[in-house]
């Protein structure tokens, strides 16, 4: 069964630097996500991406949040100076537009912020 | 925005037995999907189950079940034969019909599995 995969599976960043996270959607899939857990917490949506522009945001997914397309398979999430509070797993996600259809989540990237 | 509430952090099963987990959630739309997802320690996100707004049948995928109330809005999952892989945190979520919306997520229940 096709996967979303995600690159790398754990990030060691030190504060204030930028950290890129990959994403390699399930190919016929048109809708992609970023959704963010922070430890001991719920999952929480970022940012939804389709037809190579964002859909819709959260009040989380501010100007330190940027999302790209940048060939036909990747999907990245760039977080500039990053904060401690950054520190989480991020997801990746997508899905084929089909309605009732569930998002396919990636394993995730685990981001330390040191 | 649609809200989500799992009201039971942390519960626990005998090996065998059946469990039941809560959710609720919040909403003014008529059409949506509720799904339920399991998370492992190791951490991915599980698809378990899903349902349909419209449907009044409740889905069933072997051991796992729900009891959709659409009037009362809740949606309860039932871990029937409970075994030891079964241990994980589960989430509950939301959302609407249209194409590409995104899940609200629940703050998810921790189950424990006692052998």
């Known amino acids: 069964e096709p996967e979303v995969t995600q690159t790398p599976s754990h990030q060691v960043t030190q504060m204030g630097q930028e950290v890129i996270l990959r994403c390699v959607p399930i190919?016929?899939?048109?809708?992609f996500y970023w959704y963010r857990q922070i430890l001991g917490q719920k999952v929480e949506f970022l940012v939804s991406?389709?037809?190579?522009?964002?859909?819709?945001k959260s009040e989380i997914f501010d100007d330190q949040f940027s999302v790209e397309r940048p060939d036909g398979s990747n999907f990245t999430l760039k977080i500039r100076s990053t904060k401690l509070e950054d520190s989480a797993m991020y997801f990746c996600?997508?899905?084929?537009?089909?309605?009732?259809?569930?998002?396919?989540f990636g394993d995730g990237t685990r981001l330390s912020i040191l | 925005a649609q809200t989500v509430t799992q009201s039971q952090p942390e519960m626990s099963v005998q090996e065998a037995e059946t469990v039941t987990l809560s959710c609720t959630y919040d909403t003014s739309e008529s059409d949506y999907y509720l799904f339920w997802y399991k998370q492992p320690p190791s951490r991915q996100m599980i698809l378990v189950i899903r349902q349909e707004a419209y449907k009044q049948q409740n889905a069933t995928e072997n051991r796992f079940s729900v009891n959709f109330q659409k009037a009362a809005k809740s949606f309860s999952l039932k871990i029937s034969d409970s075994q030891l892989g079964d241990a994980a945190m589960y989430f509950c979520?939301?959302?609407?019909?249209?194409?590409?919306?995104?899940?609200?997520f629940g703050t998810g229940t921790s189950l424990t599995v006692i052998p």
């Open positions: 991406f389709y037809n190579n522009e964002i859909s819709e």
């Open positions: 190919s016929n899939h048109l809708y």
């Open positions: 996600a997508s899905n084929d537009g089909v309605s009732n259809q569930p998002q396919h």
């Open positions: 979520a939301y959302r609407s019909a249209a194409p590409g919306n995104q899940f609200y």
